[in-house]
């Protein structure tokens, strides 16, 4: 699969040897690991936001839908029309829509292992005219009827001591300025009481734990390094 979004694997002799670098649903094979595979940045805010429901079985696999939007530096730094000043401030547009942006297998592949079954996602993600961070809103239609202090429950009880994740309470949102420069990722549980579906809002900086971040906590569990190390600072260029 990887050769029909990207290109044709140049060391695919390794694939059975590497483990998907999610470390708060993989972490006791990341530990043991000799290579590492860093997840992308939508996936991670997608990925860490269902986990809950999906190994509860509480939702509905056909229904999941997830909007994201992140910042320019998303592109990379290359030098791309596209990612010009001109072209991107005072703008916010959609892009790679239609299930064909090339995160889309990856979310797909690692919410199927979590839900035990294939599924397939709508997926849509968007360029906002900011340096960094990325804010993903996830719609799902619960099996049965739940309410949101429950799935608050749920989601307080599931990353119970994950030192990078952080839970909101009813009635606070994830922003992109909270977490700036850092590594933790802010999900937001809740349930609209007039439609009945479940609403998830998390939010990352996609260059902390979206990316180089991240390695460094993987980087931490294979050597056996404290989780945190490295990762208590801010990182901010740009």
């Known amino acids: 699969m990887y050769g029909q979004w990207y290109e044709p694997h140049l060391n695919p002799a390794n694939l059975k040897k590497a483990v998907y670098g999610l470390p708060e649903i993989r972490r006791a094979k990341i530990k043991g690991a000799k290579l590492v595979a860093n997840p992308g940045c939508y996936p991670t805010s997608i ?3 269902l986990a809950p429901l999906l190994k509860k079985g509480l939702i509905d696999l056909s229904s999941i ?16 029309v596209d990612s010009l ?14 299930g064909v942006h090339r995160h889309t297998p990856e979310i797909e592949q690692e919410l199927s292992l979590l839900a035990g079954t294939s599924l397939k996602v709508t997926f849509s993600p968007h360029l906002v005219p900011m340096d960094r961070g990325i804010l993903s ?27 990078f994740v ?11 300025a909270f977490v700036r420069g850092s590594n933790f990722c802010d999900i937001a549980p809740l349930v609209d009481e ?24 993987n980087m931490n569990l294979v050597c056996g390094f404290p989780e945190t190390m490295g990762l208590d600072g801010l990182a901010l260029f740009p």
């Open 137 to 163: 809103t996830i719609y799902a239609t619960p099996k049965k009827q739940i309410t949101t202090e429950a799935i608050g429950t749920l989601y307080r009880e599931f990353y119970d001591g994950e030192p």
């Open 194 to 217: 007039r439609t009945g579906r479940i609403i998830l809002v998390s939010a990352i900086d996609n260059l902390v734990k979206g990316a180089s971040g991240q390695a460094v906590q």
């Open 65 to 80: 839908i997830a909007d994201s939007a992140s910042g320019v530096t998303g592109a990379g730094r290359a030098a791309k």
């Open 85 to 98: 000043y001109c072209e991107v401030n005072e703008g916010y547009k959609a892009y790679g829509v239609g």
């Open 47 to 49: 990925i860490l936001a």
């Open 166 to 176: 952080r839970v909101l309470g009813k009635g606070n949102l994830p922003s992109t």
